[in-house]
C-alpha cells in the first residue's frame, strides 16, 4: 500500500494564513475580505471559479493574474507561520509503522514545496515529492496521473489522503482510493457527500486507509 498525501490543508495548518492570503488578493482588485466560514463554502479548483463563486461575478483575466500573484507572493512570505496540522508526525509514524510507502501530492508550486519539505526534515520519509509545475489554479486528476506513473504504481496501490473536493474527484478518476480530512478546504458536511470515508484527525485517516477500514 502506498500513501500519497497532500499537502496545503492536510499535512500543513495553512486555512488562517490561506484566508489572510486570499482577503490581500481581494483587496488588489477592491473586493471585501472574507473568514475562513465563507473560504469553506465556496471553494473549488480550477481556483479562478472559487473567485467567482465567492464575489458572485465573473472575473477577468487582468483579475485572475492579480489575484493569482497576489496570493502566491503573500503566501510565499508566510510560510514560517504555517505549522503542521495536529497529528501529521503520528500520522507519518503509523504509515511507517504499517510497512507502507508514502510521497506527497500538491498543488502547490513544486520548487517551493520541496524547499518546505526539506526545511520540515520530511523529505527523507517521502519516496517522491512531486508539486504544481505548469498549472496554475486547475484541478488535480493530471498531476496524480503523473504522480502514479512517476512512482510506477497502479492507482489501486494507492490511497490519497486530502482535504479538498478536488482529491476526491482526482482519485476517483484515476481509481485511487482517498480518504478526506475535514481540517482543510471544506466543511465535513461537503466532504462527506463525495462517499469516501471522512477522518477529524489524520491518525484516523491513515486507519481508514487501510484496505479493510480501522
Sequence with gaps: MHVIWDWNGTLVDDLPIVVECVNAALREIGEDPIDADDYRDHFVRPVHRFYESLL???????????LDRTFHERYAHSLDR????????????????RGWSQSILSMWWEEDLTACVVRRGLDDRMVLVQGNRNDGGGTKAAHL????????????????????????????????????????SHHPAELKKTGVPVAATLTDAVDLAAPDGP
Design 56 to 66: 458572485e461575478r465573473s472575473i477577468t483575466e487582468q483579475e485572475w493574474a492579480t
Design 82 to 97: 504555517v505549522p503542521l496540522a495536529d497529528g501529521a508526525a503520528e500520522a507519518l509514524d503509523a504509515v511507517d509503522a
Design 145 to 184: 496521473r503523473l504522480h502514479l506513473e512517476t512512482l510506477g504504481i497502479g492507482p489501486s496501490l494507492a490511497v490519497l489522503i486530502g482535504d479538498s473536493l478536488d482529491d476526491a474527484a482526482a482519485a476517483r478518476e484515476l481509481g485511487a482510493g482517498c480518504v478526506l480530512y475535514d481540517g482543510g
